[in-house]
């Protein structure tokens, strides 16, 4: 009797981990956002609405040189930010010609979050991304339309 209530035991216990298994995978598979687009010397072009960088310290970031954004440590959203996958310091790939059809993306909602790194993919016709790569706690991923 024992035996089986401890194969039912971890049989449930493998079931609840496989369905918890696609939420945190979505979030590891697209964990960052960007913050803006730098141009060739080095200048915001444009930074993105909504998103403050910190440092550690929590102070803002304010210099748009590669040494200072790469003391950020954190980013404060004041609106849901599309979280998409790492390119890290990868030339961008061509999307397709045409939009897609609508639908749900994931985001990460307003907040303080922290910042594992940050990188730079490079466009085509010059100038950077500012791509943070965060530590996104599933609770605050939201589901957007776009």
């Not at 897609?100 to 910042?115: E, L, S």
Request: aromatic letters at 2%.
């Amino acid at each position: 009797m024992n035996t089986l209530r401890t194969a039912v035991a971890a049989g449930l216990a493998f079931a609840a981990a496989a369905i918890a298994l696609p939420s945190s995978a979505q979030v590891e598979a697209g964990n960052c956002i960007l913050a803006g687009r730098l141009s060739d010397d080095a200048k915001w072009a444009p930074r993105m609405a909504g998103v403050e960088l910190l440092g550690q310290d929590g102070r803002a970031v304010t210099g748009a040189d590669k040494q200072a954004l790469s003391g950020v440590r954190q980013v404060k959203l004041s609106a849901p930010a599309l979280l998409s996958r790492c390119d890290g310091s990868a030339q961008l790939a061509l999307g397709p010609d045409a939009p897609g059809p609508k639908a749900k993306v994931p985001a990460i909602g307003p907040g303080v979050v922290a910042v594992e790194a940050v990188s730079f993919p490079k466009l085509r016709r010059g100038g950077e991304l500012v791509e943070l790569r965060l530590a996104v706690p599933a609770d605050r991923v939201v589901m957007l339309t776009r």
